[in-house]
């Protein structure tokens, strides 16, 4: 099971309700694939995630790292428990949206 903030939480609802808006199924797969694949990155891996996004460096923040999964960008807790602190779909304004 996947552990999310609830600020991250709401970020996959909007994502999701987005989609189904634009009734986009492949894109509610891709974000639900793109979720897996950080997940098991995070809870194997938790090492390999970068310390923020590359365009992004003001986002690094001490105990949370940054997986490019698909074409999002999710930032998680490197301090147990795991937990995914926020999902952005990889050209929103991060910073904009992260603060």
């Known amino acids: ?42 809870t194997t891996k938790p090492e390999t995630g970068l310390p923020a996004p590359r365009p992004y460096p003001q986002l690094a923040r001490a105990d949370q790292a940054w997986v490019k999964s ?15 602190l926020a999902v952005f779909y990889e050209t929103a304004d991060i910073p904009g949206r992260f603060n």
């Not at 698909?70 to 995914?84: E, K």
């Open 70 to 84: 698909g074409a999002y960008w999710i930032c998680y807790s490197t301090a147990p428990p795991p937990v995914i």
């Open 1 to 42: 099971m996947i552990d999310f903030t609830p600020r991250a939480a709401r970020q996959v609802r909007e994502l999701r309700r987005h989609y189904e808006r634009l009734e986009r199924p492949e894109a509610v797969r891709g974000l639900m694939d793109a979720l897996e694949a950080a997940w098991r990155q995070m």
